[in-house]
């Protein structure tokens, strides 16, 4: 195994190794307020790094798949990290640790994705660290936040010096590791429209082993009335360049009776929806075909969960 421990050393390609070390020079801000924050980023965004939890970034780092000029700590933001109700909505800070969304009886009461999605998340200590903004900005397929927010079509707000501008997460991703953000920009907070009474919502993750990346995931949130889906939304993640939607097979879904043998049946299109790749943790073939299994069991705890009632 190659080990680079010299900052002399520079690859060509990033370094598939993990250094242990960072190796690279860079300046270290950390601001005290949003403002200075912000202020920091409107001068140096383009060769900056905000850091949060870290678990992203300085792995990153190591293995110099990334190499900032300047390095801006916003820990110490502690006024973007915060869940809270007001009226139809719940605002996270961008600097909810996981832990919090975790312990967090508004996560729990209302949005059973987000909550199944926060319990395979990493183990505790990475939950303890990382960040819900962290988490969205890093832009992997994979993000375990990222299908339960589509599913119940969350925005977020991104601030820059210039002002704040609100964003669906639907159009967050623009590929792997890129999102809309503009250089001087900071994610700020996320806000999730409480779901409407009687919608169900789950989310599933297969992995290789526990605390893994995921395979493949989903989210789902379903509402039935008077035995018919009223509401349906479906997103996967790992299965693209981004976290999708399968706006499709939603679509075939709605207004239908709902059955179990419907739900089989029709969930057979988010296949068509996706566009795996072969890679370190799974095959485009096995995305595709589990993508199915994943979406249906999804929608039917969805279901389940209105019925019997929800509370983990
Ligand atoms: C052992 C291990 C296990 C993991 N398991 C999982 C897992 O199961 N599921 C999963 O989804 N992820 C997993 N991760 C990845 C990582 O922990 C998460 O993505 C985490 O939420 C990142 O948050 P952070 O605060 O550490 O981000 P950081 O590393 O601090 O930042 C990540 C990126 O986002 C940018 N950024 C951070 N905050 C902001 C902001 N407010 N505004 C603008 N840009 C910002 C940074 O500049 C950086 O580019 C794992 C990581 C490790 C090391």
Same mark, same amino acid.
Request: charged letters at 25%; aromatic letters at 6%; hydrophobic letters at 40%.
């Given at each position: 195994m190659i080990v680079m421990?010299?900052?002399?050393? /520079?690859?060509?390609r990033h370094n598939l190794y993990n250094t242990?070390?960072?190796?690279?020079?860079? %300046?270290?801000?950390?601001?005290?307020?949003?403002? %200075?924050?912000? %202020?920091?980023?409107? /001068?140096?965004?383009?060769?900056a790094k905000i850091l949060?939890?870290?678990?992203? @970034? @300085?792995?990153?780092?190591?293995?110099?798949?990334v190499e900032p000029k300047y390095v801006i700590n916003i820990k110490k933001l502690k006024e973007l990290a915060y869940i809270k109700e007001e009226g139809n909505?719940?605002? =996270?800070?961008a600097l909810t640790k996981w832990r919090q969304l975790e312990k967090s009886d508004i996560i729990k009461k209302y949005f059973p994705a987000l909550y199944d999605a926060? @319990?395979?998340?990493?183990?505790?200590?990475?939950?303890?660290?990382?960040?819900?903004?962290?988490?969205?900005c890093n832009a992997s397929p994979a993000a375990d936040s990222a299908p339960p927010l589509m599913v119940y079509e969350a925005k977020v707000v991104l601030a820059s010096k210039d002002g704040e501008r609100e964003v669906p997460i639907t159009e967050f991703f623009t590929g792997?590791?890129?999102?809309?953000?503009?250089?001087?920009e900071l994610l700020k907070e996320i806000v999730i429209p409480k779901p409407e009474e009687g919608t169900g919502s789950a989310f599933i993750k297969v992995t290789r082993t526990a605390m893994d990346l995921a395979k493949i995931s989903a989210a789902t949130a379903l509402k039935v009335e008077d035995g018919k889906i009223k509401l349906v939304r479906i997103a996967i993640g790992s299965a693209a360049p981004t976290p999708v939607r399968c706006r499709k097979t939603e679509e075939a879904l709605t207004?239908?009776?709902?059955?179990? %043998? @419907? =739900?089989r049946e029709t969930v057979k299109m988010v296949q068509d929806e996706i566009s795996p790749i072969d890679d370190v943790?799974?095959?485009?073939?096995y995305r595709k075909e589990v993508s199915k299994v994943i979406v249906e069991d999804a929608l039917m705890i969805s279901h389940e969960r209105v019925i019997k009632g929800w509370f983990k």
């Amino acid at each position: 195994m190659i080990v680079m421990a010299q900052t002399s050393i /520079k690859p060509s390609r990033h370094n598939l190794y993990n250094t242990h070390i960072i190796p690279v020079s860079f %300046e270290y801000f950390a601001p005290a307020n949003l403002q %200075e924050a912000l %202020e920091l980023l409107d /001068k140096y965004g383009a060769d900056a790094k905000i850091l949060a939890g870290g678990t992203d @970034l @300085l792995v990153k780092m190591k293995m110099r798949v990334v190499e900032p000029k300047y390095v801006i700590n916003i820990k110490k933001l502690k006024e973007l990290a915060y869940i809270k109700e007001e009226g139809n909505v719940v605002r =996270i800070g961008a600097l909810t640790k996981w832990r919090q969304l975790e312990k967090s009886d508004i996560i729990k009461k209302y949005f059973p994705a987000l909550y199944d999605a926060v @319990l395979v998340m990493a183990g505790t200590q990475i939950r303890n660290m990382a960040t819900i903004g962290g988490n969205l900005c890093n832009a992997s397929p994979a993000a375990d936040s990222a299908p339960p927010l589509m599913v119940y079509e969350a925005k977020v707000v991104l601030a820059s010096k210039d002002g704040e501008r609100e964003v669906p997460i639907t159009e967050f991703f623009t590929g792997p590791g890129r999102t809309v953000m503009k250089p001087n920009e900071l994610l700020k907070e996320i806000v999730i429209p409480k779901p409407e009474e009687g919608t169900g919502s789950a989310f599933i993750k297969v992995t290789r082993t526990a605390m893994d990346l995921a395979k493949i995931s989903a989210a789902t949130a379903l509402k039935v009335e008077d035995g018919k889906i009223k509401l349906v939304r479906i997103a996967i993640g790992s299965a693209a360049p981004t976290p999708v939607r399968c706006r499709k097979t939603e679509e075939a879904l709605t207004g239908k009776p709902f059955t179990p %043998e @419907l =739900i089989r049946e029709t969930v057979k299109m988010v296949q068509d929806e996706i566009s795996p790749i072969d890679d370190v943790r799974s095959t485009a073939f096995y995305r595709k075909e589990v993508s199915k299994v994943i979406v249906e069991d999804a929608l039917m705890i969805s279901h389940e969960r209105v019925i019997k009632g929800w509370f983990k």
